[in-house]
């Protein structure tokens, strides 16, 4: 949960890697002329089930959830 709180609306892609430590799976991506959306899940360690999903519009994160993150 500490990692997720660290990651902030504008960051980078390789922004998030840095803080959380590993690469995400990508969940969704869509692109048009100018624009690309990749939505991106990452594992959580504690309860099961447990994850964070972060957007990225054109490279840049433009919102996160997460689901029972300790």
Do not use: H
Request: contains cysteine; proline residues 1%.
């Amino acid at each position: 949960m500490n990692e997720f709180y660290q990651i902030a609306e504008g960051m980078s892609y390789n922004d998030v890697v840095s803080v959380i430590g590993c690469d995400g799976k990508i969940v969704s991506q869509s692109q048009a002329p100018n624009y690309v959306f990749v939505m991106m899940k990452w594992q959580g360690n504690g309860r099961l089930g447990s994850n964070a999903i972060i957007s990225f519009e054109n490279g840049r994160v433009t919102s996160k959830s997460q689901y029972r993150l300790k």
